[in-house]
């Protein structure tokens, strides 16, 4: 399932930019930001790994 820049992350975990593959840890509950690096619009994220 892939998340917009806006919504709240499911699980607190690694996601994945679909934009430039770039990677941030996020925790359950967080707002997903836009991408820092390649700052492109409409990119989704992906969760990649759940941490605990």
């Known amino acids: 399932?892939?998340?917009s820049p806006g919504d709240k992350a499911p699980e607190t975990g690694r996601y994945k930019c679909s934009g430039c593959g770039n990677t941030i840890i996020v925790n359950k509950g967080e707002t997903l930001p836009p991408c820092s690096k390649c700052k492109k619009a409409?990119?989704?994220?992906?969760?990649v790994a759940i941490l605990t």
């Open 1 to 3: 399932m892939a998340y």
């Open 42 to 47: 409409g990119i989704k994220w992906t969760l």
